[in-house]
């Protein structure tokens, strides 16, 4: 099981913060594809006030840099709630259904996204 390198308790919510160092030979090509991306398909308009905001089917993408993002993030949650259960004593073997949506957004100088949530959201993660 992999372990966050920090556990924030912040409000109600733990907030786990991973480290993602088989990701970063990655980043390059993320950013060249959402940079290219973000200069020439129109924004989705949500709560990004300046930043570009992608369509949200990046789970869905064939390519194999957003493929190994989504198996990545999909590894931590199982990882976050095996210790949630861990720490009520519950039986790690329990399954649970998710739907997975992901998008992208690019922020320069100046971009923001405003203040939301994801009340809908058992999990949301943030690459």
């Known amino acids: 099981m992999t372990e966050p390198i920090d556990r924030l308790r912040l409000f ?3 907030l786990d913060v991973y480290q993602l160092d088989e990701l970063a030979e990655l980043n390059p090509q993320l950013t060249r594809r959402l940079s290219h991306e973000a200069s020439s398909v129109a924004s989705i ?3 990004n ?3 570009w905001h992608s369509a949200p089917d990046l789970c869905q993408r064939e390519e194999p840099c957003y ?3 989504v198996e990545a993030m999909l590894a931590r949650v199982r990882s976050t709630f095996d210790q949630m259960l861990l720490e009520r004593g519950e039986p790690l073997d329990q399954p649970f259904d998710y739907a ?3 998008w992208a957004m690019v922020a320069t100088d100046g971009g ?3 203040l939301h949530d994801h009340v809908e959201a058992h999990f ?3 690459y």
């Open 124 to 126: 949301s993660v943030a």
């Open 67 to 69: 493929q190994r993002v």
């Open 45 to 47: 308009e949500r709560s």
């Open 100 to 102: 997975v949506h992901g």
């Open 49 to 51: 006030g300046g930043a």
């Open 12 to 14: 109600a919510t733990p």
């Open 112 to 114: 923001y996204v405003a």
